[in-house]
């Protein structure tokens, strides 16, 4: 079934770790955002990426990194994991312009 | 940089009555205005669109309406059920970016 995925869904980890989160499309959109959200709060853009090989920081991606090597894949790296990065991270992606954004069903990071 | 804000950010209202949530960008290349819900728990999903070329759009109970010369747009819901209680997201869009208003939280009472 076409969707977006992320990976792990809920994660505990602690201060200063180095944590992968996956995310994958199978719809073949060639862009895909990377978003943090606390419960019910505001959308802030991390990451953007328009294509393979080509991202772009959004207003929060100062502690965080980003790879686009295949059109379905773009995992966020956090290179070393503070407790104010405890948050709910969502993936999305979409097709073209002016269309409509699919969201993954979020990871849940925790830092201890 | 660009940024969409959003008001109000709580809006409580009775069953049955209106809702009107209102946004305003920055960036006047935006051409692309979606409206997310997003209920508890959930993940986003869009509930209505409209493009630049367009100035109003209704979709049965909700409508959309933007004015690009004063750069804000407004969602509509009537007859307002208790399954409309959520956060709602407004956004902006050119070309990559997909900025987000900061969120409505309505609430629905019967």
């Known amino acids: 079934e076409a969707d977006i995925y992320q990976t792990p869904r809920y994660l505990v980890i602690g201060t200063g770790k180095k944590i992968t989160l996956e995310c994958s499309q199978t719809m073949g959109h060639d862009k895909m955002y990377w978003y943090q959200q606390d419960p019910g709060m505001e959308l802030h853009l991390i990451h953007y990426s328009y294509g393979v090989n080509s991202t772009e920081k959004g207003d929060l991606s100062s502690e965080s990194t980003v790879s686009r090597i295949r059109t379905e894949h773009f995992p966020l790296t956090l290179e070393s994991a503070r407790p104010s990065h405890t948050s709910q991270y969502l993936c999305?992606?979409?097709?073209?312009?002016?269309?409509?954004?699919?969201f993954g069903q979020g990871t849940r990071l925790t830092v201890v | 940089g660009e940024n969409v804000e959003q008001h109000p950010s709580t809006l409580s209202v009775q069953e049955g009555d209106s809702a009107v949530i209102k946004c305003t960008y920055s960036?006047?290349?935006?051409?692309?205005f979606p409206w997310y819900k997003q209920e508890l728990g959930k993940r986003p999903q869009l509930i209505i669109d409209?493009?630049?070329?367009?100035g109003e759009k209704k979709d049965q109970r909700i409508a959309v309406t933007l004015n690009k010369t004063a750069k804000h747009f407004s969602l509509h819901i009537t007859e307002t059920q208790p399954e409309d209680s959520a956060v709602y997201f407004c956004?902006?869009?050119?070309?990559?970016?997909?900025?987000f208003g900061t969120g409505t939280r309505l609430k629905v009472l019967a």
């Open positions: 956004a902006a869009s050119k070309t990559y970016k997909y900025i």
């Open positions: 999305a992606s979409r097709r073209g312009q002016n269309t409509e954004a699919f």
């Open positions: 960036d006047s290349a935006s051409n692309y």
């Open positions: 409209i493009r630049s070329n367009v």
